[in-house]
């Protein structure tokens, strides 16, 4: 599969120029007369922390926004772009930071839907197969969505945009649940796409990606932009500044007192759930009071099936198979293994995580009960305050409680369900992929804070 451009030329006018965009929405300005240009063949980073309009800049690109003010312009002509349709039309494919599948379809059913449907299944399912071995990607074509993990769920958005054979490629966290390996083989991948005329738009934290990739870089902060650099010739800590404005805190080392084991696996072995899961056999661990344990493999290793049967969701190991503070909780599900002091913070988290159209005071129900008084009844007010109290600690920027879970930011989320699941006091806290969009600058200050 060849992305060459006839019409790529350094020369050339800009691929993509964007003039005075500007977004509102009632509690915020995402965007503040935003202006950025993208060369052809340019690897243009987009900077900034959590909440500081990237994502909504990209979605106004892709028409999934539509701007109140400003202009675009693409390869010299002024366009309006209205949704996404027109937007691939121009040759604009994106990557999103929440997954746009569809659970019960297949891989190649889900790519199928963004392409002509003048092209047969077959087609879709060969040329998949083919993308996927020819940039190390691989997944099966034939897989269920649903029985994906994460990081295989990426692959199919980044096959599907490649496919598109697009002319400018917006990528939002792409590399947020890829192996270091997978990172280094989508890098050779874009390095390709660049040097054949198509031009990038790369979000991520990782400030190191930043500056071994991108040839450009526009840094936003609470929707204004606040530099254009090339990023190859600063450093982490430049980069850093531009971001939050001044200079992240010096993390401190502190000891930890190790004390009791308040979860034990004894000899854990499950078998997998479809046939697309893993099995899992013979796992010890021992995790005690004071530690912090990680769990590490290349996704879809069982790390899905082990999370799920330590959550609770998943309640078919024996009972001694699973302890929780010295008690046999193989079998108890998730309410009676949080009574026990075990939380639990999903992977997915619109969805799972959270419900995407409640708001966030609502959401606090999920896993906390301390507004529901007698006879099931809600104390709005204590509710309210409850997840003010989260937003303000853990410096989530939101609309307020009564803002819905799918107007935050993919970080600013992430640090409410963190947030609501700290505030309960557990003695055992799980955690998949808490990093996941929460910016490097941000993530230093709350371990420096904690």
Known sequence: MTFSDQNFSPSAAPRLQLTGITKRYPAVVANDGVSLTVLAGEVHAILGENGAGKSTLMKIIYGAVKPDEGSIVVDGQPVQIRNPQEARQLGIAMVFQHFSLF????????????????????EVIERVDATAREYGL??????????????????????????????????????????????????????????????????????????????????????????????????????????????????????SRVGPVVLKVNELSLPRLDQFGVDLADIDLEVREGEVVGIAGVSGNGQRELLYALS???????????????????????????????????????????????????NLLLTRKTAVGRGGWIHMRRLQHQARDIITRFNVKAGGPQAAAQSLSGGNLQKFIVGREIDAEPTLLIVSQPTWAWTWARRRRSMAKS
Not at 110 to 122: C, Q
Not at 193 to 210: D, F, P, T, V
Not at 314 to 328: K, L, N, W, Y
Request: hydrophobic content about 40%; aromatic content about 2%; proline content about 6%.
């Open 103 to 122: 659970d019960t379809l297949t891989v190649a059913e889900n790519v199928w839907l963004g392409l002509d449907k003048s092209m047969a299944l077959a």
């Open 138 to 255: 691989e997944v099966d074509p034939h897989r269920p969505v649903h029985t994906l993990s994460v990081g295989e769920m990426q692959r199919v958005e980044i096959i599907r945009a490649l496919l598109t054979r697009p002319r400018v490629l917006i990528l939002d966290e792409p590399t947020s649940v890829l192996t270091p390996q997978a990172v280094e083989k989508l890098f050779v991948v874009l390095r390709r796409l660049a040097s054949e005329g198509c031009s990038i738009l790369y979000i991520s934290h990782k400030l190191h990606e930043i500056r071994s990739l991108c040839t450009a870089c526009t840094v936003l902060r609470g929707g204004v932009v606040t530099g254009v650099c090339d990023p190859s010739r600063e450093t982490n800590a430049s980069l850093s500044r531009m971001m939050i404005g001044s200079e992240p805190p010096r993390l401190e080392h502190r000891e």
């Open 312 to 362: 609770g969701e998943d309640t078919r190991a024996a009972p001694a198979m699973i302890q929780v503070s010295g008690r046999d909780a193989g079998r108890m599900g998730p309410g009676k293994r949080r009574a026990l002091g075990l939380h639990f913070v999903p992977e997915e988290r619109l969805g799972r995580g959270a419900v995407p159209s409640m708001s966030l005071a609502h």
